[in-house]
């Protein structure tokens, strides 16, 4: 009988064992080794997220000097526009002034 004791005892250790392994141990390696993957994860992505953030805001002063000349090329349209109007009436007074002397030259 003493012998079906030590088996049931041994039996119960590796089944204590078990649970132990399965409550405790492995969720405890599995926490160790996700830690460790999300450390390595940051150092290799910490990089990449800095020179992110340097391209927006590269992109973004971009964006701003190319609205800038936007601007520009809108305001050079329009005073060139105005420019072509003055000139336009300047050689309308000119053509104006032509006909009268060649009328009195008549």
């Given at each position: 009988m003493p012998e079906n004791n030590q088996n049931l005892t041994q039996q119960q250790f590796k089944e204590g064992l078990a649970e132990f392994?399965?409550?405790?141990?492995?969720p405890a390696v599995?926490?160790?080794?996700?830690?460790?993957?999300e450390e390595k994860l940051e150092e290799k992505i910490a990089p990449i997220h800095q020179r992110l953030n340097a391209i927006e805001?590269?992109?973004a002063d971009i964006k701003q000097r190319l609205d800038r000349i936007d601007k520009r090329s809108d305001e050079d349209v329009?005073?060139?526009?105005?420019?072509i109007a003055k000139l336009k009436q300047r050689v309308c007074e000119l053509e104006n002034q032509v006909?009268?002397?060649?009328?009195?030259?008549?």
């Amino acid at each position: 009988m003493p012998e079906n004791n030590q088996n049931l005892t041994q039996q119960q250790f590796k089944e204590g064992l078990a649970e132990f392994t399965d409550e405790v141990l492995l969720p405890a390696v599995e926490k160790i080794i996700d830690d460790k993957l999300e450390e390595k994860l940051e150092e290799k992505i910490a990089p990449i997220h800095q020179r992110l953030n340097a391209i927006e805001e590269e992109l973004a002063d971009i964006k701003q000097r190319l609205d800038r000349i936007d601007k520009r090329s809108d305001e050079d349209v329009t005073a060139t526009y105005q420019e072509i109007a003055k000139l336009k009436q300047r050689v309308c007074e000119l053509e104006n002034q032509v006909k009268m002397l060649k009328a009195e030259s008549a």
